[in-house]
């Protein structure tokens, strides 16, 4: 059991002892930190007694809410029997009846799947999975060992998932441990780096993509994307048909589809996966935070019968996908994975946040008529709200200005937690938030947006973020 200490104890040996992902330690040791101590709902509480509505999920994972009964039983029940056994030469129930869930709700034709440990890994799985598939499938094929992925994606942080990421700052310093890899330019409709618009533009984002696929997919083995949303750069959101016209490409030149549905699956778009909205099945397909519910690490790469088959043979013929995790397909993690699922099902989950989608959209509109806001994007419950310092000319706050980061912290004086995107908002509520919750979710981005980009800030704790 965790001892109970005050607040300013915890405060000061955080400071000493630890060191926080994504975050200038510099500065964290000259703030106070806000330290969460439990949650209900969609709320999240602190060691002062604060409560905060939580507006990314905990940074994507939440899903039915804190401390949902169904899930926390399942966690119980499960501790009652085994924390951990291996799957290395055994199994366990929990991750065979997850398995055979995951396959029943995901594309069709997605009829195998491996555990490990989280996002990351899932798509490090995936893009071995595929050097192997073409490999063993065809020797003569042997060449097709690099991947080709979209400028501004993010994958995770393991060598390989960095290797096919296109945010410089992630990944530019770690180019000795990366692979080499093909970039292609997004759809990003807001800042076309063609200089189109859409929908006149008839999807020219996608000439760029087959021109690589054309002249170089005998060298490439798979094309990695987040269907329809790009999380980490900015909620960047797909035109729509444009992933049903990457399904066509891959086929048509012979390359395997690997969506990475870590951010967009379980709800998030509107639908279990992102990838159904447009009648898509990937040849691979990468998932992870919301598969628990938010409670536990676990991540899970799916594959087709054809991709699978391709590893069976004589053990003397090393077909074996050499790879996994010590704690892969971990009881503990698939029980209350298990107990996500058959929530989503009993809580009628998708259907249910259908309307709340649509007044989601319309509790934005203020948010998108502010001085500052050059463009809101959202797909279901993913939304990004992008910061102008003019927005006439599109001209962005430069990002020393922190202008997100302000806008998180005003937020959060106002009882809602952010995580921003250099200068795009995020807000990604749990599915299971109130109409009641959502409102005053967009009311409390709105007044921050306007206090920071519009107003005097309080006590003058900050620099005005001028046009």
């Avoid at 050059?374 to 922190?402: C, S, W």
Wanted: charged content about 20%.
């Amino acid at each position: 059991m965790i001892p109970s200490f005050d607040t300013k104890q915890l405060a000061d040996w955080d400071r000493r002892y630890l060191w926080h992902p994504f975050t200038q330690m510099q500065e964290w040791e000259q703030e106070t930190p806000l330290i969460i101590e439990r949650g209900r709902g969609a709320w999240l509480i602190d060691t002062q007694g604060r409560k905060y509505l939580d507006g990314v999920s905990s940074i994507w994972v939440n899903v039915h809410g804190h401390r949902h009964p169904t899930l926390d039983r399942a966690i119980r029940t499960q501790l009652g029997k085994v924390a951990h056994s291996t799957l290395l030469g055994l199994s366990s129930p929990p991750a065979i009846a997850l398995a055979r869930a995951l396959v029943t709700l995901a594309p069709r034709g997605l009829t195998r799947v491996f555990y490990s440990d989280d996002g990351s890994t899932a798509v490090e799985v995936a893009l071995k999975m595929a050097i192997q598939y073409w490999r063993q499938r065809d020797p003569k094929a042997g060449s097709k060992r690099t991947f080709l992925h979209l400028q501004l994606s993010y994958h995770g942080d393991t060598a390989g998932a960095m290797s096919i990421g296109g945010i410089g700052l992630f990944r530019d310093r770690f180019a000795p441990l990366l692979v080499p890899t093909i970039a292609a330019e997004p759809p990003y409709c807001y800042r076309c780096p063609l200089q189109k618009t859409y929908p006149s533009c008839r999807m020219a984002c996608l000439d760029p993509v087959e021109s690589v696929l054309k002249r170089r997919h005998r060298e490439i083995a798979g094309l990695v994307i987040e269907p329809l949303v790009q999380a980490a750069a900015g909620m960047l959101t797909a035109p729509p048909g444009y992933l049903a016209r990457i399904r066509e490409l891959c086929t048509k030149y012979g390359v395997l589809m690997i969506a990475d549905e870590v951010a967009t699956g379980f709800g998030r778009t509107g639908k279990m996966f992102a990838c159904q909205h447009e009648r898509v099945t990937p040849d691979l397909m990468a998932v992870s935070k919301g598969l628990t519910g938010g409670y536990l690490p676990l991540g899970a790469t799916l594959a087709t019968e054809d991709i699978y088959r391709a590893f069976l043979g004589q053990y003397g013929e090393w077909k074996t996908f050499f790879h996994g995790h010590s704690y892969t397909g971990n009881p503990l993690a698939c029980a209350v994975a298990l107990a996500n699922l058959e929530v989503f099902r009993t809580e009628r989950t998708l259907a249910r946040m259908q309307d709340k989608i649509r007044t989601l959209r319309r509790l934005l509109k203020p948010v998108a008529r502010l001085a500052h806001v050059g463009d809101v994007r959202q797909r279901g419950f993913m939304v990004g709200i992008e910061l102008v310092k003019n927005r006439a000319t599109k001209e962005p706050y430069p990002l020393t200005e922190r202008a997100g980061h302000w806008v998180a912290m005003e937020a959060r004086r106002r009882g809602l937690l952010l995580r921003p995107l250099g200068n795009v908002v995020v807000l990604m509520p749990p599915l299971a938030v109130t109409v009641t919750e959502l409102s005053r979710m967009a009311a409390t981005v709105c007044a921050a947006i306007r206090t920071v980009t519009e107003s005097p800030p309080p006590g003058g704790r900050r620099p005005r973020l001028r046009p």
